[in-house]
Nanobody, 122 residues
Framework: QVQLQESGPGLVKPSQTLSLTCTVS??????????WTWIRQPPGKGLEWMGA???????YYSPSLESRTSISKDTSKNQFTLQLRSVTPEDTAVYYC??????????????WGQGTQVTVSS
C-alpha cells in the first residue's frame, strides 16, 4: 500500500545541483525503523545506494557521494528530498526513492518508486 513517487527535472547541466523529491503515500516519514532511501542506477551499471534519512532525521551517505549529497525531509508534506551537487555526466542515472524497514534482526523488502531518469548534459 505504500507508494513513492519521484519528481524533479530530468535534465541537469554539469556543475549544477540535482534536486529530486520523493512523495510518500500510505505511510508517514516519521515511522520508526524506516529508512527513506535514495538509490540510483547508471546506464549499464548496477544499483548504487546513495544515502538515507531516518525518522529521527539522522542521515546516512555513501562515502563516495557524501561530500556532494544532502538528504532532507519535510514531515508536513510527507516528502523527502535528494540534492546532489556539482554533478557531472557520470551522475546520469535512473534515480529511485525507496522505503526500507530495518531493525537489528530484520530487514524487509524495500518499497520502490518507479524511478526517474536524470541526464547530466550541457
Amino acid at each position: 500500500q505504500v507508494q513513492l513517487q519521484e519528481s524533479g527535472p530530468g535534465l541537469v547541466k554539469p556543475s549544477q545541483t540535482l534536486s529530486l523529491t520523493c512523495t510518500v503515500s500510505g505511510d508517514s516519514i516519521t515511522t520508526n525503523y524506516v529508512y527513506w532511501t535514495w538509490i540510483r542506477q547508471p546506464p549499464g551499471k548496477g544499483l548504487e545506494w546513495m544515502g538515507a534519512i531516518a525518522n529521527s532525521g539522522y542521515t546516512y551517505y555513501s562515502p563516495s557521494l557524501e561530500s556532494r549529497t544532502s538528504i532532507s525531509k519535510d514531515t508536513s508534506k510527507n516528502q523527502f528530498t535528494l540534492q546532489l551537487r556539482s554533478v557531472t555526466p557520470e551522475d546520469t542515472a535512473v534515480y529511485y526513492c525507496a522505503r526500507i524497514f530495518a531493525t537489528s534482526t530484520f530487514i524487509d523488502f524495500p518499497s520502490w518508486g518507479q524511478g526517474t531518469q536524470v541526464t547530466v548534459s550541457s
